[in-house]
C-alpha cells in the first residue's frame, strides 16, 4: 500500500519502508517507483514517475518524485540549491564527542562492491561530503551506548551518512555492512524530513528508540 505525505498535479512526496528498492531492474520486484506508476494509471493519469531523490534499500523515509518532465527538470536543479532540504534520524552506536558538530570528508564510491570509503583529498574520483548533525537522545542497552541523532545533508553522496559516521567508529545500529550487528533487517535510519521550496514535510522512523 503506497504511503502517500503529499501530492499535488507536479509532484508527490511518498514514505518508503525498509527494505524495498526505490527502482529495480527485476520485473518480478515491486519497486517504489513501479507502486507509484501503478498509483498514478489507476488514477487515469499518465504513467510518469522521476525519483529526484534516492534512499537505499534498508533505509526507509521520504521520497520525491516529479509527476512530469518539467517539474523533473526544476526539482533536480532545486536540489543543487537552498531551495532543497533533506534531513534523517539516525542512530549510531556510542556517544559522540560533541554534541552538535559536522563530518567532512572525501568519499570514493566502489561501484562492483556498492560501497563507499572515507579516502584523502586529492584522490581520483572521490567527491567532497559534508553534513551537520545534533544530538537528540543518548540511551544505554545491554551495557551499550545509542545515539539518536538528526542530521542534515549538505552534501548527497553514496551512503554518505553510513559511511561518515561508520569512519569515526560509530556505525549506525543495524548496518551490517559498514560494522555494525543486524538490527529488525533495517537501518536505524530514516529520511524523515524533506523541505522542497520552503515547504516542510515529515514523518516519524518506524522504528522506536
Known amino acids: ?6 501530492e499535488d498535479k507536479n509532484m508527490i512526496v511518498v514514505n518508503k519502508p525498509a527494505g524495498q528498492l526505490v527502482q529495480s531492474g527485476r520485473s518480478f520486484e515491486l ?4 507502486e507509484v506508476l501503478n498509483y ?4 487515469g493519469e499518465e504513467a510518469y514517475a522521476a525519483v529526484i531523490n534516492r534512499l537505499d534499500r534498508p533505509v526507509s523515509g521520504l521520497v520525491l518524485f516529479a509527476k512530469n518532465k518539467k517539474e523533473a527538470s526544476r526539482l533536480s536543479s532545486l536540489m543543487q540549491k537552498e531551495g532543497f532540504c533533506k534531513k534523517y534520524y539516525a542512530v549510531c552506536c ?3 564527542p560533541d554534541k552538535n558538530g559536522e563530518f567532512v570528508d572525501y568519499l570514493l564510491k566502489d561501484g562492483k562492491n556498492n560501497v563507499s570509503k572515507v579516502v584523502k583529498e586529492g584522490t581520483a574520483g572521490a567527491k567532497y561530503a559534508k553534513l551537520l548533525y545534533e ?3 543518548e540511551i544505554e542497552k545491554d551495557d551499550k551506548v545509542y545515539t539518536l541523532v538528526k542530521v542534515t545533508l549538505i552534501t548527497g553522496r553514496h551512503h554518505q551518512i553510513r559511511v561518515q559516521f561508520a569512519h569515526r567508529n560509530h556505525p549506525l ?11 529488525n533487517n533495517e537501518i536505524a535510519l ?3 524530513f524533506l523541505s522542497v521550496d520552503g515547504h516542510e514535510y515529515s514523518i516519524e522512523p518506524s522504528w522506536q528508540f
Open 1 to 6: 500500500m503506497l504511503d502517500i505525505i503529499y
Open 40 to 43: 498514478r494509471r489507476e488514477k
Open 31 to 34: 519497486d517504489l517507483t513501479s
Open 190 to 192: 530514516c529520511a524523515a
Open 94 to 96: 556510542g556517544k559522540l
Open 135 to 137: 544530538t537528540l537522545k
Open 173 to 183: 545500529l543495524g548496518d551490517t555492512k559498514y560494522g555494525d550487528e543486524r538490527f
